[in-house]
């Protein structure tokens, strides 16, 4: 996909949306450490959009998520209503365009600019912690209570993980993770069997954007949260699936530019600090506290294991899934779910 030309598929996208608005240029803003590409589209008025390509997975997904997130957007209330980006919709749907040619087949999706405001630091104090715990809880109760009105989403962690299952049964698969095929199986089979035993049929299942890096996110100058962008490991799903990432911008080293994920940041006093806060506004239960290093061991599964090549550069992609197998399984037995029920009075 490296020697195709983004913009023209981006201009043939537009062109099936809107003719009559001619696009001036087209600025590539993607983040340099992903292969997910991102453009701003400026038109001859001066006006302009966001556009994003993707090109892996489902087609049927991309168009599914896409419609989730802008019914979310919709349905959202007061003070989350702006939070989220607006897609752009052609005769009450969400638009998207599939450009199939050859070996490519990339997709395309219109947003309107999100607004920013201020960024949390790279390294948080105390009262930043407190402060985006109680937020998180309240984004993520606004989130569960327009779950119900949503269109159905037929992505589940099951699914994913048995995709990642019959992906290893094939000579592709086997050639890529040679030499680990059978632990990956192990992994997973032991993924299914403690989901099934502890979240499948007792906790909800909501809107959740897992990839919470804190470049994703803006705040009001109280700490509110204030925007949220960048979509691509949308799902719906349980609510611990984003606690990883806020134990990553908890953590007491803080944001970095070369990083590795080490459980470790979910063991954090300061994690329990903002878990204290989110449980005051909205309580979390003993099962979901027990999940959480499944919700991790899915994270390094899917993520890294399996869309490691599409969501990182190849040089962070083969960094990561190196320590999968050298640091990131293993540590999960270590997990101690005791000390998280005993901060939060579980």
Same mark, same amino acid.
């Given at each position: 996909?490296?020697?195709?030309?983004?913009?023209?598929?981006?201009?043939?996208?537009?062109?099936?949306?809107?003719?009559?608005?001619?696009?001036?240029?087209?600025?590539?803003?993607?983040?340099?450490?992903?292969?997910?590409?991102?453009?701003?589209?400026?038109?001859?008025?001066?006006?302009?959009?966001?556009?994003?390509?993707?090109?892996?997975?489902?087609?049927?997904?991309?168009?599914?998520?896409?419609?989730?997130?802008?019914?979310?957007?919709?349905?959202?209330?007061?003070?989350?209503?702006?939070?989220?980006?607006?897609?752009?919709?052609? &005769?009450?749907?969400?638009?998207? /365009? =599939?450009?199939? !040619?050859?070996?490519?087949?990339?997709? %395309? *999706?219109?947003?309107?600019?999100?607004?920013?405001?201020?960024?949390?630091?790279?390294?948080?104090?105390?009262?930043?912690?407190?402060?985006?715990?109680?937020?998180?809880?309240?984004?993520?109760?606004?989130?569960?209570?327009?779950?119900?009105?949503?269109?159905?989403?037929?992505?589940?962690?099951?699914?994913?993980?048995?995709?990642?299952?019959?992906?290893?049964?094939?000579?592709?698969?086997?050639?890529?993770?040679?030499?680990?095929?059978?632990?990956?199986?192990?992994?997973?089979?032991?993924?299914?069997?403690?989901?099934?035993?502890?979240?499948?049929?007792?906790?909800?299942?909501?809107?959740?954007?897992?990839?919470?890096?804190?470049?994703?996110?803006?705040?009001?100058?109280?700490?509110?949260?204030?925007?949220?962008?960048?979509? &691509?490991?949308?799902?719906?799903? /349980? =609510?611990?699936? !984003?606690?990883?990432?806020?134990?990553? %911008? *908890?953590?007491?080293?803080?944001?970095?530019?070369?990083?590795?994920?080490?459980?470790?940041?979910?063991?954090?006093?300061?994690?329990?600090?903002?878990?204290?806060?989110?449980?005051?506004?909205?309580?979390?239960?003993?099962?979901?506290?027990?999940?959480?290093?499944?919700?991790?061991?899915?994270?390094?599964?899917?993520?890294?294991?399996?869309?490691?090549?599409?969501?990182?550069?190849?040089?962070?992609?083969?960094?990561?899934?190196?320590?999968?197998?050298?640091?990131?399984?293993?540590?999960?037995?270590?997990?101690?779910?005791?000390?998280?029920?005993?901060?939060?009075?579980?």
């Amino acid at each position: 996909m490296r020697l195709v030309d983004y913009p023209t598929i981006i201009k043939k996208a537009w062109a099936s949306f809107d003719p009559s608005v001619q696009i001036d240029t087209i600025t590539d803003i993607s983040a340099k450490v992903s292969t997910n590409h991102v453009f701003k589209v400026t038109f001859e008025d001066g006006d302009s959009i966001i556009a994003k390509l993707s090109y892996f997975g489902k087609y049927e997904h991309f168009v599914e998520d896409h419609r989730i997130i802008h019914a979310l957007s919709n349905n959202l209330l007061y003070p989350f209503e702006n939070v989220l980006a607006k897609s752009l919709v052609r &005769d009450g749907q969400v638009y998207t /365009y =599939r450009h199939k !040619d050859g070996f490519v087949d990339a997709w %395309v *999706v219109f947003y309107n600019p999100i607004r920013s405001q201020y960024k949390l630091p790279r390294r948080l104090e105390e009262h930043h912690i407190r402060k985006l715990g109680n937020q998180i809880a309240k984004f993520h109760k606004a989130c569960s209570r327009v779950s119900t009105v949503l269109p159905n989403s037929s992505k589940t962690l099951r699914s994913d993980v048995w995709d990642l299952l019959d992906l290893l049964e094939t000579e592709a698969g086997q050639y890529e993770h040679r030499m680990h095929v059978d632990e990956l199986k192990r992994q997973c089979n032991l993924f299914l069997e403690n989901r099934q035993k502890l979240v499948a049929k007792t906790v909800e299942t909501m809107p959740v954007f897992v990839d919470w890096n804190i470049g994703n996110f803006s705040v009001t100058d109280n700490l509110e949260l204030y925007s949220r962008w960048d979509y &691509d490991w949308f799902r719906i799903s /349980y =609510r611990v699936m !984003d606690f990883y990432f806020f134990s990553r %911008v *908890v953590s007491n080293v803080g944001d970095r530019t070369v990083f590795s994920y080490v459980i470790g940041p979910l063991m954090e006093d300061r994690f329990m600090l903002f878990l204290q806060e989110y449980h005051k506004v909205y309580p979390l239960t003993e099962n979901e506290i027990r999940f959480l290093p499944e919700a991790y061991r899915f994270f390094i599964l899917n993520y890294v294991i399996k869309y490691g090549r599409y969501f990182f550069h190849r040089t962070y992609a083969t960094k990561l899934q190196r320590e999968a197998y050298q640091l990131y399984f293993p540590s999960i037995e270590k997990f101690d779910a005791e000390k998280i029920l005993k901060a939060l009075g579980i």
